[in-house]
Structures are given as structure tokens and as C-alpha cells.
């Protein structure tokens, strides 16, 4: 039987908020925005951000131990987004989520 933690209900959440605010900044505040913020690679990032969030939180919801793989990567997309997201400037809505969620994240794949 699978235990689903406290740590790991506040770790999907982390991952459903994160996948919610990149996916929203992407096609609202950076579509709108252009320049910079449709940049291939930022945009792109910004995209396999809101998908690794999303896998990470299906992950711990189905109770696979593979969570802790979704998990690892989740976080080292989520700190490169960030770092994306500041460097691009006006977004520290995506900045703060996806280093709230990088964090939680690095603590479920230990």
C-alpha cells in the first residue's frame, strides 16, 4: 500500500502550481509579451517545465517509486526556468514558483 505523505501532498501541490503558472506565463504573459519571452529556448524551457511539473505530480499520485526520477529532473528543469524566467526579465511570478517547487522537489528524490 502506497503512503502518501504530507511531504508528498505538499510536493504535488508545489508541482501542479508550478505547471499551472509556467503554462499560464507562457501563453498569456509571453505570447503577449514577444521579443525576449518567445524565444525558442526560453519558450521551449518554459514548456518542458509545465510538462515535467505535471509528470512529477502524476508520479507521486500514482504511487510509483519512479517519483523519485520525475522528481530529480523536475527540480533541475524548474532551477534552469528560473533562471531563464530572471534572466528575461518581468516574471518573478514563474521565478518564485519554480524555485519553491525545484526545492520540494530535490527533497522527494533523496
Known sequence: MHQMTPAMQACIEECLRCHSTCLGMAMNHCLEAGGKHVEPQHFRLMMACATICQ????????GTPHHKHTCAECAEICEECAKSCEAVGGMEDCVAQCRKCAASCREMSA
Open 55 to 62: 509528470t512529477s505530480a502524476n508520479m507521486m499520485l500514482i
